[in-house]
C-alpha cells in the first residue's frame, strides 16, 4: 500500500465529515481529534508522516494488523503481495514511486489537488474486504480525488488541459488510487469541480455525497414531509439533510450535543441520542 511522494495531511473541516481527511501537497500535519473513529487507522498514520533521511517522505500508518511488508524497488516501495503478508498497518504503508498506468483515449491525466479518506480505505489496507474486492498489487488507497487535467486521451473531448475536476474513482480493481501526486482515471468517473469551495476540500465530496444523493433520490422526499436522518453530522448524514431541506422536508438529525449547533447552520433540528431522540 503505498501514498504518493510529496503529501502532507490536511483536515477539511472540524472532524464532522468522516472523509473529510484531505491529503494536500506541501501543508503541514494538521490533524483534528474529532475524526470519526472508523478512520482511526489513517489518522494514527498521518501523525507520523515524516521525512527520511534520504529526503523522501514516508508513512507509517496505523495499528498493527495482518503481517506485512516493503520491498525498495528500482520504481519505488510497493507491496509484494505474498499470500500471508499483503495487509497490515503501520509496517506496510509508505510513501514511494511507482509507475502510472497507461493513458488510454478514453483516459484522463489529473495532478491530485487533495483525496478525500474514508472508513473503506483503511479496511482495503487491513485486508478487512479481502476476498470482496480484486486488488492488485502495488496499491495505491484512495477513491476520492479532486486536481487539475493535464492531458487527455485521443477521444476526449468533455475535459482539456487546465480544467479543474474531481470525481469518486473506484475502478473494477483497486490499485492505482488517488493518493499519489498524479492519477490516470476514465473519464466517466470525473466531473467538472464546484467553484464555491477550495479544490482540495472539493476531494471530501464524492463518496458520502454520492452516497446521500443516492438515497435521497431512492425515498423521493417530497415537500412537507418529515425525515429522520442518523448520524447527521457525519459525511453522508450532512449532505443527508442539506439535499433533504432542498426537497422541502423538515429535517430531524441525531447527533452528538456539539454537533448542535453545526446541524442548526444547515436548517436541521437536532436530537441527541437516547433518552432525547425517545423524548
Same mark, same amino acid.
Given at each position: 500500500l503505498a501514498l504518493a511522494a510529496g503529501f502532507r495531511a490536511s483536515l477539511v473541516g472540524t472532524g464532522r465529515a468522516d472523509n473529510a481527511i484531505v491529503l494536500r501537497k506541501g501543508a503541514d500535519s494538521e490533524i483534528s481529534s474529532g475524526i470519526s473513529r472508523d478512520n482511526a487507522n489513517i489518522i494514527a498514520a498521518l501523525q507520523e508522516i515524516a521525512t527520511g533521511p534520504d529526503g523522501k517522505i514516508y508513512a507509517f500508518v496505523g495499528d498493527t494488523g495482518r503481517r506485512g511488508w516493503m520491498q525498495n524497488l528500482p520504481n519505488g516501495p510497493y507491496l509484494?503481495?505474498?499470500p500471508d503478508d499483503q495487509f497490515g498497518g503501520p509496517e506496510v504503508l509508505k510513501i514511494g514511486e511507482i509507475p502510472l498506468p497507461p493513458v488510454g483515449?478514453?483516459?484522463v491525466v489529473v495532478k491530485v489537488a487533495g483525496t478525500g479518506i474514508n472508513p473503506v480505505d483503511?479496511?482495503?489496507a487491513m485486508g478487512y474486504l479481502d476476498g470482496y474486492i480484486e486488488l492488485r498489487f502495488p496499491v495505491v488507497i484512495g477513491w476520492d480525488v479532486a486536481g487539475e487535467v493535464t492531458a487527455v486521451g485521443g477521444a476526449i473531448t468533455e475535459f482539456t488541459p487546465g480544467d479543474r475536476?474531481? !470525481?469518486y474513482a473506484r475502478l473494477d480493481t483497486v490499485e492505482h488510487g488517488t493518493a499519489a501526486e498524479t492519477v490516470v482515471l476514465p473519464v466517466r468517473v470525473l466531473a467538472k469541480a464546484p467553484t464555491s469551495i477550495e479544490l482540495e476540500h472539493s476531494a471530501a465530496v464524492p463518496l458520502t455525497g454520492l452516497t446521500a444523493l443516492q438515497l435521497t433520490r431512492r425515498l423521493d422526499i417530497q415537500p412537507g414531509e418529515t425525515v429522520l436522518i442518523h448520524g447527521a453530522s457525519g459525511?453522508?448524514?450532512?449532505?443527508a439533510a442539506q439535499l433533504a431541506k432542498l426537497?422541502?422536508?423538515t429535517v430531524i438529525g441525531t447527533a452528538s450535543t456539539r454537533n448542535h449547533d453545526h446541524l442548526r447552520?444547515? !436548517?436541521v433540528e437536532p436530537v441527541g441520542?437516547?433518552?432525547e431522540l425517545e423524548g
Amino acid at each position: 500500500l503505498a501514498l504518493a511522494a510529496g503529501f502532507r495531511a490536511s483536515l477539511v473541516g472540524t472532524g464532522r465529515a468522516d472523509n473529510a481527511i484531505v491529503l494536500r501537497k506541501g501543508a503541514d500535519s494538521e490533524i483534528s481529534s474529532g475524526i470519526s473513529r472508523d478512520n482511526a487507522n489513517i489518522i494514527a498514520a498521518l501523525q507520523e508522516i515524516a521525512t527520511g533521511p534520504d529526503g523522501k517522505i514516508y508513512a507509517f500508518v496505523g495499528d498493527t494488523g495482518r503481517r506485512g511488508w516493503m520491498q525498495n524497488l528500482p520504481n519505488g516501495p510497493y507491496l509484494p503481495g505474498a499470500p500471508d503478508d499483503q495487509f497490515g498497518g503501520p509496517e506496510v504503508l509508505k510513501i514511494g514511486e511507482i509507475p502510472l498506468p497507461p493513458v488510454g483515449p478514453d483516459s484522463v491525466v489529473v495532478k491530485v489537488a487533495g483525496t478525500g479518506i474514508n472508513p473503506v480505505d483503511y479496511k482495503i489496507a487491513m485486508g478487512y474486504l479481502d476476498g470482496y474486492i480484486e486488488l492488485r498489487f502495488p496499491v495505491v488507497i484512495g477513491w476520492d480525488v479532486a486536481g487539475e487535467v493535464t492531458a487527455v486521451g485521443g477521444a476526449i473531448t468533455e475535459f482539456t488541459p487546465g480544467d479543474r475536476v474531481f !470525481g469518486y474513482a473506484r475502478l473494477d480493481t483497486v490499485e492505482h488510487g488517488t493518493a499519489a501526486e498524479t492519477v490516470v482515471l476514465p473519464v466517466r468517473v470525473l466531473a467538472k469541480a464546484p467553484t464555491s469551495i477550495e479544490l482540495e476540500h472539493s476531494a471530501a465530496v464524492p463518496l458520502t455525497g454520492l452516497t446521500a444523493l443516492q438515497l435521497t433520490r431512492r425515498l423521493d422526499i417530497q415537500p412537507g414531509e418529515t425525515v429522520l436522518i442518523h448520524g447527521a453530522s457525519g459525511g453522508v448524514g450532512q449532505f443527508a439533510a442539506q439535499l433533504a431541506k432542498l426537497a422541502g422536508a423538515t429535517v430531524i438529525g441525531t447527533a452528538s450535543t456539539r454537533n448542535h449547533d453545526h446541524l442548526r447552520s444547515l !436548517g436541521v433540528e437536532p436530537v441527541g441520542y437516547g433518552p432525547e431522540l425517545e423524548g
